[in-house]
């Protein structure tokens, strides 16, 4: 399903961050990405949705070579890959149904569907209460859940997720993987990045280790 | 259907925006009205005058003014010798007695003019010329006018035509030069407004872009932006226009008479009214679309994080 082949960055100024790294996530696999801080995974991820272009080598997401993507494209090869961040990029002005409802909206869903579906994602994540909510008033573990029900609502077959529990303490965490380990139940493919080494070996599921932009 | 829907929830969701920052956004608009109510104002005053110019037929009359000590038979005498002439199609007397009447009836003067002793004004006779003829030719017939005995003196009424005319030229043309550079400053105005949204709210449209809205879907509520900022500016410009032209109305209506003129000074209304207010919609169209091309494609979710 995701294909990294040869794929090295360096950003402009000089920074290698990903040094001719090649590996392959399949269908309905759940991944972690490790390593110490400043290893490359941001930037690893960040070139699934195209948030950043590889100097060399080549990313297949669904037997699609990104490099043959148009600007055109690529909102909807973002729009089939769900991304959670580390601090949540919620829209502070907007309510927590506002905010998990935004890519229904850009996608043009139906105003009814879009209520079904925000509900149900709500749901999921335990804040179907909140949903008059504004974002500021949330914990931080509640803005996370926020941050992956706007990620899941429209059902993308791709989760991506940077440091989702950087910031959380081990029970929220726990819960956090929980909920992913949930969606990789009904079929999505997962890649999440984390330094947290403790809780991925607990997990058990497979690793990608990266040292200085290289794997180990 | 989709579009449609996704249309007007852009136009709504951007009068919501308008009306958080009314403020600032009531001074943009204002400046917006203005800038569009100072040519429209010239513009419909223009547009009047002209029309007098034009619905004059034509023909100049030549006014002669007869001197005070010709009595009436010989007034009449001499109408009869000038419309015998080569190149005058007709003329009306106007006695001295009844050029005060008119004038009194249409200024309400009466009692100033039976304050003088004597009437001002002398007798008229208004000759009208044959409509073929050349500049030349009516230059010679004022002459032939001028030297008829009993004649004080002629006025062409042309003069004051030409000089009209010439005068609504000038003005169109220095409104047109006017009018173009408030165009661009309401293009400028609006391009800057929206330059300024746009960086406001660089993380919403980061975050647009990062979950996957097209450059149509980002571009969308700023050039709405620009839309209400057009409609609500060309609304005012058409109040503001409305308001000065009345209030100029009447003075100009009354001046026009004193002119013996059909002249009467109308405002802007349905018509040159959406004129006004479609020129300020396409205007602020065209500032939010330079402002979104220049700056939306700039913002882009990579950075960061
Ligand atoms: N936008 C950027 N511009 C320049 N250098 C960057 C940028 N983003 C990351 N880097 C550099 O690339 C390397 C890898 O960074 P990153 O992918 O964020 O690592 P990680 O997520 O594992 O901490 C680091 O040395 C970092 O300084
Ligand atoms: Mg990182």
Redesign the interface.
């Known amino acids: 399903m995701i294909r990294f082949h040869g794929v090295a960055k360096r950003y402009p100024g000089g920074n290698d961050a990903l040094r001719g790294i090649s590996f392959e996530v399949t269908q309905g696999e759940m991944v972690f990405v490790t390593g110490p801080s400043g290893a490359g995974k941001?930037t690893l991820l960040?070139l699934i949705?195209l948030?950043?272009r590889p100097t060399r080598g080549s990313v297949i997401v669904n037997d699609v070579n990104l490099s043959t993507l148009t600007r055109?494209r690529i909102?909807?090869?973002?729009?089939s890959i769900g991304?959670i961040?580390?601090?949540h990029?919620?829209?502070p002005d907007r309510s927590v149904f506002d905010n998990v409802a935004?890519?229904l909206?850009?996608?043009?869903f139906?105003?009814k569907e879009t209520q079904r579906r925000v509900r149900a994602a709500l749901d999921k994540v335990g804040l179907l209460e909140r949903e008059r909510s504004d974002p500021a008033t949330l914990s931080g573990g509640e803005q996370q859940r926020v941050g992956i029900a706007?990620a899941v609502v429209s059902r993308p077959p791709i989760l991506l997720a940077?440091e989702p529990t950087g910031n959380l303490d081990p029970a929220l965490s726990e819960e956090i993987m929980r909920l992913f380990e949930q969606f990789n139940r009904v079929g999505v493919t997962l890649i999440i990045a984390s330094h947290d080494h403790a809780l991925v070996e607990r997990l058990g599921y497979r690793r990608v280790h990266l040292t200085d932009g290289a794997l180990a | 259907m989709r579009f449609f829907t996704q249309h007007i929830s852009a136009a709504i969701g951007a009068l919501g925006e308008f009306q958080r920052r009314l403020t600032s956004n009531l001074m943009t608009t204002t400046v917006i009205g203005i800038a569009l109510a100072l040519p429209a104002i010239f513009i419909l005053a223009l547009d009047n005058l002209a029309e007098i110019s034009q619905d004059w037929d034509g023909t100049p009359s030549a006014n002669l003014y007869l001197e005070r000590t010709l009595s009436e038979p010989e007034q009449a005498a001499l109408q009869t010798q000038i419309d015998e002439l080569a190149g005058i199609t007709g003329s009306i007397l106007i006695g001295a007695e009844q050029g005060k009447t008119t004038f009194a009836e249409r200024t309400g003067m009466a009692e100033m003019l039976n304050l003088l002793e004597e009437n001002p004004f002398p007798a008229v006779i208004q000759a009208t010329p044959v409509s073929t003829l050349a500049p030349n030719e009516v230059a010679e017939l004022v002459n032939q006018l001028a030297d008829l005995p009993g004649v004080e003196d002629v006025r062409l009424d042309q003069t004051w035509l030409q000089r009209l005319q010439t005068i609504v030229e000038l003005a169109s043309r220095a409104t047109g030069l006017i009018g173009a550079l408030l165009a661009i400053a309401v293009v400028l105005v609006v391009g800057n407004t929206i330059r300024l949204d746009i960086e406001n709210r660089r993380s919403e449209i980061e975050i647009m872009k990062l979950i996957g809205g097209t450059d149509a879907f980002v571009r969308r509520p700023f050039v709405y932006a620009g839309f209400w900022h057009g409609l609500i500016g060309g609304m005012l410009a058409w109040i503001l226009s409305a308001i000065v032209i009345t209030v100029i109305a009447r003075p100009a209506n009354r001046l026009a008479g004193l002119y013996d003129s059909g002249f009467a000074l109308s405002g802007p209304w349905l018509a040159d009214g959406l004129t006004i207010v479609a020129t300020g919609v396409l205007l602020s169209l065209t500032g939010a679309w330079v402002a979104v091309t220049q700056h939306l494609r700039r913002i882009e979710p990579g950075e960061g994080t």
């Open positions: 941001s960040r949705p948030l950043e055109r909102p909807y090869l973002r729009r991304m961040f580390q601090d990029r919620l829209l935004l890519p909206v850009i996608a043009g139906e105003h706007r940077d």
